[in-house]
C-alpha cells in the first residue's frame, strides 16, 4: 500500500505475527450471540499484551475485545489491525476515549464483510470448486486439494496483508475513507463482480431439466427440453433461480423453500415433469 | 458398524474442527469430507465422486449472516457413508443427503443458539478478571464443545441407522428418489439467490445476466469469467474516476464563465 516502509519495533513485528496466527481461529467459538467476539478476543490478545501492562487497562482491553463481532474471515484481519493501533494510542494517550475502538469495529465489520463476502464466498470459492469439482468427478484426489489450496492461499495471504495494512495505516485510513465513500466504490465493483459470478454459476449448477414429451402421431415426439433450448439455453434453471430470488425478497423463510423445492421435485417427478 | 459408525463422526468431529479452529475454513466443504468418508470406510475413489456431486448441489449453500439452509458437511458426511456401508448410487445417495442437511441445520442451531451460549457468562467473568490464559483455554473448549453435538447424532444415526436405511431405501418408489434428484438439481439456486440478495443493487443487477450468457452461449470457464469480470470492474472504475475530474473541470470552467454554462442549459 504505502510506499514508505513503516518502521516497525522488534515488539510490533512479534506481536502482528502472533496475531496472525490467532487470527486463523476467528470462528472457534461461534455462537448466535457474540458471534465471532471470543475469537476476535483471542487475535487481540497479542496487543493487549504488548500495550496494556497495567492490570485495569488490560481488563477493559479484554471486555472491549471480547464484544460481538461478525466479519468475512478474510477481511477481519484488517479490523484488528486497525485495532492494535488503536489499543497502542489509548496506550501512549491516557485521554484518548476507548469507547471509540468499539465504534470503530462496529462501523467497520458490515462494509467489510460485503467487500470480502463478494470477493472470497462469491468469486474466489466459485473458481476453487468449478476447477476442483470436474477433477473430483472423475475420482481424482487432486479435485479436493486443488479446491482447498486455490481457496486457502489466496485467502492466507489476504489476511496477512490486511493484518498489516490495518495496523501500519489504519488511523490515516479511516479518516480518508469514510470522507471519500471508498467503501462504498469497493463494494460496488466487488458485487459487479459477484454479480457476473453467480449469474455464470446459476448456468453452470443449477440443472433442472425437463422430460416431459408430446406425442405427436405420425411416429414423431416433441421433446419440450429441446424447445427450450432452443429459445434459450438453461431457461428453466435461470427461471428457478429469479423466482426464489423473488421469493426472499418477499422474505419467503429459507426452510419454507427448501421444503418446497424437494415437495415440488417429488410432485413434478411423480407428474412426470422432471 | 459401531467403528464404521465412530469414524464417520470423527470425520465430522475434525472437519469442523479443522474449519473453525485452524481456520482451513473450507475444510468442511462436501468436496473435502466426501472424500475423507471414503477413505477411512475403504472405498476412497466413490467418496471422491460423490464429495464432487454433493459439492455441485450444496455450492450455494453457504452460511450467510447466521442463516444457513442447509448443513452441507452433514448431509455429505451421512450421505456418502450410507452410500458406501449400503452401496447404493448418487441418486440415493442425495436423497438420504438433501433431508439430513436440513435436519443438521436443526442440529447446528442448538449448538450455536443454547449450547455454546451456555458458557458465555463464564467467558465475560473470565475477560472481566483479566484471565487471559483463562480466555484462551475457554476459547479452545469451545472449538473442541463445537461439533460435538453433531458429531454423537451422526455417529448414532450410522450405528442405528444404516441397516434399516438400506430396507427403507428399497421400498421407496422411484419418483421420490427422482424428485429429490429434481430437488438436488434446484438446490444450488436457493444459494445463489441468498448471495445475490447479499450484494444485490439495482445498479449492478444486470452484471448478473451477462455472467449467465457468458456460459450458456460462450461456454467460458469460471477463471476466464473471473478474470472478465474483474477487468470490467477495473476498467469502469478508472472511467467513473476520469468522468469525476471531468466533471469537475467542467464544473470549474462553467461557474467561471457563465455565459458558456447558460448556453449548455439552453
Partial sequence: MSKSKVNL????????????????RLFGSFNMAKMQGYGYAQAMIPAIETFHKGPEEKKNALVRSASFF?????????????NASLEKARSEHSDFDSDSINAVKASLMGPLSGIGD?????????IAASIGIPLAMTGNILGPILFLLIYHLPSAYTRYKLLYVGYTTGEQFLTTAFKSGAFENITYYASMIGMIMIGAMTAQFVGIKTVISIAMGSGETLVLQTILDNIMPSILPLTVMLTIFY???????ISTLLLGIILFGIFGAFLGIF | MILKAFLVALVYYVSIFTSIGMGLFHFNRPIVVGPLVGLLLGDLTTGIILGATFESVFLGVIAIGGSVPA??????????????IVGVDANSALAIAVPVSMLGVVLGQVTTSILVPLFIPVMDKTAEKGDVAGLKKWHFLMTLLFPLLTAIAIFLAIWLGSNSIGAFLDQIPSFVTGGFQAAGAMLPAVGFALLLNMLFDKKVFAFFFLGFVMVIYLHLPSLAIAIIATVFAITQYYRSEQLKIQFANNFATATVQNEEEAFFNE
Fill in chain 2, 71 to 84: 448443513d452441507a458437511t452433514v448431509g455429505t458426511i451421512v450421505g456418502t457413508a450410507i452410500a458406501i
Fill in chain 1, 9 to 24: 519495533s522488534q515488539d510490533e513485528v512479534k506481536m502482528l505475527k502472533k496475531m496472525y496466527i490467532q487470527s486463523w
Fill in chain 1, 118 to 126: 463478494s470477493i472470497f464466498w462469491g468469486t474466489v470459492r466459485l
Fill in chain 1, 247 to 253: 421469493l426472499i425478497r418477499k422474505k419467503i423463510k
Fill in chain 1, 70 to 82: 461478525n466479519c468475512t474471515y478474510e477481511t477481519a484481519p484488517f479490523i484488528m489491525g486497525i
